[in-house]
């Protein structure tokens, strides 16, 4: 069965395309690209006013599931992220049980042939049960379909395991994606060293918290040739240690989360509100600019959501009792397109790089473009479509968004995955 | 007052501590009375959730609320749901259901008043969160200091000890700056929050620099497991580098006070003869505070500051 897509602008900086043209998609790929295309049989779908992109993929998610279903499951988190505008995510692996062997990877992956709206990745846990003592068995896991390694969630603090599980890894040729954290000097604090944490009476954890932990992980990836990629940086620091690492050719990349790029500590008021309660937690202005310059440069590959749904009884407590994240998949294209394109503090070409080529490179995912023979993994894009968050928005199990409430311009309208409609007109078809 | 609360002192304007310092010396006068009880707040609930352990400020707070004629009731952490994992919006929601007037509010956590206030009607009192403010105390050691110097403004007032730990140190610089004063943190770096002058104060780390100048000490108590080598070396090294001893006492200025808000480490932040020096004024905080809790609750049911000693 064909379809034709009429009228839309059909943008990627990596096929080098941007104009309004149809498109024919047949077999799950693009067949053609052109003006005023026909099609025999099957669908004419007019999306004038529309863009299409390659399809986005959120590199780091927690679907919860199994083990925390009353958060999230595969079912509603795959939900969430079609209905966000991605077309792929990536399900980190602490869960209960931690994904640590292959049979764990295969049930996942099994379950997500049934329950899933969307493509998903499994990655596996770099040690047993995520305790940072022992190694998980990499290859079993790697044969099972572990797409890379992490146990994000808490840093690797032994170095030498870190080193091992680099060299591990590197003999495999995986990535290892690395929540980079030293507890040491953390210790438990739950919001930046500095202002916030001296006007609200809390423990801070220092920005070099992070970025010693990168430079560690960096050093240790020029010395084994593992490729990295560094997970939700937050600091000026941390984009500066990279940049440098990037510069002497280190085999490193790294994301950043909306969260991250959108608000700052000063956020956090005498409400205490806990759906601001973030692990990394947020930073300074002066982060967010930095960040935000990273982003542009290509010093940051890839924007991730970090989507951590939580219930809403680990939420209402005391701020360090609370659980940390915010929900992501279903508002990070939203705010992205109206708080940094449409303000143009970024352009559309580095969201969608950022957004749709920089993990797939990371990855080693297919690749996906706006070009003839490419697989049709799309996402439609309407700049003028406004959307609120409220309680209602979200399709996801959870609603800790940290941007409750408020709304934004501009938002995913369709996804195709494979040719087929993952989301038409905003609502779910998959 | 200007708010419905009191968890912060942002929830007081220069002019509410103004009224509060009077009303509350009007009640000082009324705790002086053989006979102690007003019938002011007859007929008001009162409830004191007390989630850490605390004798004094509760124990001071109860009296207050009694001396006044209201029901003072007492839910402690050890007696309560808390400790059978009930969180605190529910403990909260349940108080409210049992239609209360004014809760205070302690926790080890800083922001726990703000839980309740979002869950209840009731006014709330903050009797001390975290490491955040504890604003009673500002209050009663704004009280004590003026009737000792006669006036706040202009005042320069040392806070010794370990300030990034001190939910006092988080309301009394602040208060100090509001009122005209010149708060100055006293305490090795380790000791201090990440930017002191967040809170308004400037920052010293010699106590041996500064006293000269000094018309407050205002010595903080020192938890034991902080100096064992995490932040200070040990008791012993504290001590000497920042206890307030007679050799201090005599460089201090003749006018000067000792403050601390208890209880007291005697031989640590502060020897026993200072502790019991006529310049020190521990007690008059003590006393303070009960006439400084009357006033607040007494004004936040709407009270005005002449019909205090009624």
Known sequence: MALLLKGARLLDPQSKIDQSADIIIKGGRIEKIGKRLKIDKGDTVDIKGKIVVPGFVDMHVHLRDPGYEYKETIESGTRAAVHGGFTTVCAMANTDPVIDTGAAVESVLGRAE??????????????????????????????????????????????????????????????????????????????NEGIASTRLGMKGSPALGESLAVARDIALASLTGCQIHICHISTKETVEVIRQAKAEGVDVTCEVTPHHLLLTEDAIDSTYDTLLKMNPPLRTEDDRLALIEALSDGTIDCIATDHAPHAPHEKDREFDLAAYGTVGLETAVPLLLDRLVASGEISLETL?????????????????????????????????????????????????????????????TDVLIGGYWALRDKEVTW | MKSHNLITMDDVSVDDIDTILETAHSFKEVNERAIKKLPTLRGFTVINVFLEPSTRTRTSFEIAGKRLGADVINFSASSSATEKGESLADTAATLDAMACDIAIVRSKFSGAPAILARRMNAHIIN???????????????????????????????????????????????????????????????????????????????????????????????????????????????????????????????????????????????????VADDPRSVVLDQVSAGVAIRMAIMYLMMGGDQNGAAA
């Open chain 1, 114 to 191: 049934e329950e899933a709206h969307c493509l998903l990745f499994q990655y596996g846990a770099i040690s047993r049960g995520q305790k940072g003592k022992h190694l998980a068995e990499m290859a079993d896991m790697l044969a099972a379909g572990a797409i890379a390694f992490s146990d994000d969630g808490v840093g690797v603090q032994n170095d030498k395991l870190m080193r091992t599980a680099m060299e591990y890894a590197s003999m495999l040729d995986v990535p290892l994606v690395l929540h980079c954290e030293d507890e040491s000097l953390i210790g438990g604090a739950c919001i």
């Open chain 1, 352 to 412: 969608i790089e950022r957004l749709a080529h920089g993990p797939r490179e990371v990855l080693r995912l297919d690749h996906i473009g706006i070009e003839e023979g490419s697989i049709a993994d799309l996402t439609v894009l309407d700049l003028k479509e406004k959307v609120t968050f409220d309680l209602n928005y979200f399709q996801g199990r959870s609603k800790n968004s940290a941007f409750l409430d408020q709304s934004a311009k501009g938002c995913a």
């Open chain 2, 127 to 273: 009797g001390g969160d975290g490491m955040h403010q504890h604003p009673t105390q500002t209050l009663l050691d704004l009280f004590t200091l003026k009737e000792h110097l006669g006036k706040i403004k202009g005042k320069r007032v040392g806070i010794v000890g370990d300030i990034s730990h001190s939910r006092v140190a988080g309301s009394l610089a602040p208060g100090l700056k509001m009122m005209g004063a010149e708060p100055i943190f006293i305490a090795p770096p380790t000791f201090l929050p990440a930017v002191p002058e967040v809170l308004g104060a400037e920052v010293s780390y010699s106590l041996d620099e500064v006293i000269n100048d000094l018309d407050v000490v205002y010595l903080l108590r020192i938890q034991g497991e902080r100096a064992d080598g995490t932040a200070v070396p040990s008791m012993r090294e504290y001590s000497a580098l920042y206890g307030m001893n007679r050799a201090r006492m005599d460089r201090l200025p003749e006018h000067a006070i000792v403050m601390h808000p208890g209880p007291m480490n005697r031989g640590i932040e502060i020897s026993a003869d």
